[in-house]
């Protein structure tokens, strides 16, 4: 086993640096990663347990295409997004099982910790005056891809997700995905009349893409204090 893991290190280039789930920023120095400080040297070591997934990360093959995924995903909601404020797109049909995004004001925003006002969710259940779903952004993005990778198996179309048409949905429910991890932070009850652009719908070979997107807007709390709740 030790073997193994030295054999994995060594596939890392010292001086990597990535961001982890606790958002901080980290530095490989060749067998253990280190904190980056603000004056951009090498600070306390990692936990074990960030260690791990920052090498894991590292050694993961999507990884590297990562940042392009990024940027696709950022340039089709700039325009959607554009669309929906110059009211381009003046309607949509929730449908559960299908991913949305769209502008939000709580209406219990003067008692609520904090709550998200550009949610990004997986509709569960469509009511008269709103809708359940769950919002990826109550989790970091490393999260995000893990819940994704679980809920796929819901999906009514199989393989690659870059290659679902659009008829692709999530055929899930409450029941099926509360044990999942994140789940009960992701979950939320939205209504209609609080909803403040269009609701855009994120094309199916889109969502492993648009789930990278650092575009909550939390009000109350940063993100980070989100996620490491």
């Known amino acids: 086993m030790a073997v193994q893991v030295a054999k994995k290190l060594i596939q890392i280039a010292k001086g990597t640096e990535k961001v982890a789930s606790d958002g901080q920023k980290y530095r490989y120095l060749g067998k253990q990663w280190g904190k980056i400080t603000r004056t951009?040297?090498?600070?306390q070591m990692a936990r074990k347990a960030i260690g791990a997934e920052l090498t894991q990360s590292s050694l993961r093959p999507k990884s590297v295409s990562a940042r392009k995924k990024v940027k696709k995903s950022a340039a089709w909601?700039?325009?959607?997004?554009?669309?929906?404020?110059?009211?381009?797109?003046?309607?949509?049909?929730?449908?559960?099982?299908?991913?949305?995004?769209?502008?939000y004001d709580a209406k219990m925003k003067k008692t609520l910790p904090y709550w998200d006002r550009f949610p990004l969710i997986v509709v569960l259940?469509?009511?008269?005056?709103?809708?359940?779903?769950?919002?990826?952004?109550?989790?970091?993005?490393?999260?995000?891809?893990?819940?994704?990778?679980?809920?796929l198996k819901f999906a009514s179309q199989k393989g690659d997700p870059e290659k679902f048409t659009d008829k692709a949905y999530f055929n899930i429910s409450w029941d099926a995905?509360?044990?999942?991890?994140?789940?009960?932070?992701?979950?939320?009850?939205?209504?209609?009349?609080?909803?403040?652009?269009?609701?855009?719908?994120?094309?199916?070979?889109?969502?492993?893409?648009?789930?990278?997107?650092?575009y909550q807007k939390f009000v109350g709390a940063s993100a980070k204090s989100v996620w490491g709740r």
């Open 40 to 43: 951009g040297k090498t600070g």
């Open 77 to 103: 909601f700039k325009t959607k997004v554009g669309e929906s404020v110059k009211g381009m797109k003046t309607k949509s049909v929730l449908k559960p099982g299908r991913v949305y995004t769209y502008g």
């Open 125 to 151: 259940d469509v009511y008269s005056d709103g809708f359940l779903g769950l919002n990826f952004h109550y989790v970091s993005p490393i999260e995000r891809e893990k819940f994704l990778r679980k809920i």
């Open 177 to 214: 995905v509360q044990n999942i991890p994140g789940a009960k932070k992701m979950i939320h009850k939205y209504l209609y009349g609080h909803v403040r652009t269009s609701l855009l719908e994120a094309p199916p070979n889109e969502w492993e893409n648009i789930i990278y997107l650092p």
